[in-house]
C-alpha cells in the first residue's frame, strides 16, 4: 500500500486495558476506509464497519454523526452533510439520521 492510498483510511484508537498506576493503557488500532460510494452492497458492508467502530469507541450520537460526515467522500459527502443538518435541526436519533443517509446510497 503506497503512500497514495494512506489518505484512504482513517486510523482510531481503542483503549483495550485501562491505564492504572503500575501499567500505561494498553491500545489496539483499527483501520476503516473512507466511503467514496459504490454499490448498495458496499454500503451495508461499509456501514456495518462503521457500527462496529462506533460500538467499540462508545460513541453518543453525536460523535456517530461527526464521524460518518468525516468518513463519507464524493459524490455523498455534500448529501450527507445535508442530512446531518436536517437532523440536528430536527432533533432526529443518530439511527434516523442513519436511515436517511442509507436511502440517499
Known sequence: MGRKHE???VTYTLVTTPATN???AETAKLKIKKFR???ARDWLRW???FRTLARKKGWSDEQKAHNL???IEGDLETEVEVAA???VNGGQSFEQFFT???RRC
Open 7 to 9: 489518505d484512504d483510511y
Open 22 to 24: 503500575d501499567a500505561p
Open 37 to 39: 460510494g459504490g454499490s
Open 47 to 49: 456501514s456495518g464497519q
Open 69 to 71: 460526515v468525516a468518513l
Open 85 to 87: 443538518r436536517d437532523a
Open 100 to 102: 436517511a443517509v442509507t
